[in-house]
């Protein structure tokens, strides 16, 4: 069974850097397998981040790519978001992403979700 | 990059209706289309990958069609569960938008 979930700050200020992990069970980091960041701020539509796949290739939304940083600890099953100056519209439900094998980059697992508030 | 949008934003449907939502990408992604539910405070979950292939444990009352540009989900019998925000994605690919949303409501 997979699960993920996502830990970090619920809230941080303007202009600081946010770091989020996900930590995972039920697969590994293996062959063909991607684990990314998709975030929706309230009441509006889901948008992916970035993504890394198992042999540490990575894609970042290209509106994103200079603020966000994705590393995965294999030996630990987790993957981190990393976005510098945080800004208030940065304020979201940050979601960890499975991507299903095979589909592109449908998501076939998710994680709760959690929301970060970016406020002075 | 690849876009997708979705029409109409909203619809209200009753329980027993057909609902019809439609995804346009803005060009051919030959059959990388998902379609996900969402509802209020949870994460969204994958109904249809490629376009047309139900995910396991999906209810048969939905169904995807299309490829290249245009896409649709069908759910027929709408079922008082089936009051949610759905969504689809372009999966071709990253950064793989998904489109605005469709509320189903009653």
């Known amino acids: 069974q997979i699960t993920l979930k996502e830990s970090g700050p619920t809230l941080v200020k303007p202009a600081e850097t946010l770091t989020l992990t996900c930590s995972f069970s039920g697969f590994s980091l293996s062959s063909g397998v991607a684990v990314g960041w998709i975030r929706q701020p309230p009441g509006k539509a889901l948008e992916w981040l970035g993504v890394i796949y198992w042999n540490g290739d990575k894609r970042y939304s290209p509106s994103l790519k200079n603020r966000i940083t994705i590393t995965k600890d294999t030996s630990k099953d987790q993957v981190d978001l990393t976005m510098a100056n945080m800004d208030p519209v940065d304020t979201a439900t940050y979601y960890c992403?499975?991507?299903?094998?095979?589909?592109?980059?449908?998501?076939?697992?998710w994680g709760q979700g959690t929301l970060v508030t970016v406020s002075s | 990059d690849i876009q997708v949008t979705q029409s109409p934003s909203s619809v209200s449907a009753s329980v027993g209706d057909r609902v019809t939502i439609t995804c346009r990408a803005s060009?051919?992604?030959?059959?990388?289309l998902a379609w996900y539910q969402q509802k209020p405070g949870k994460a969204p979950k994958l109904l249809i990958y490629s376009a047309s292939t139900l995910e396991s444990g999906v209810p048969s009352r939905f169904s995807g069609s299309g490829s290249g540009t245009e896409f649709t989900l069908t759910i027929n019998s709408l079922q008082p569960e089936d009051f949610a925000t759905y969504y689809c994605q372009q999966a071709k690919s990253f950064p793989a938008p998904f489109g605005g949303g469709t509320k189903v409501e009653i």
């Open positions: 992403a499975h991507r299903r094998a095979y589909s592109g980059f449908a998501v076939d697992h």
């Open positions: 060009q051919s992604i030959s059959n990388w």
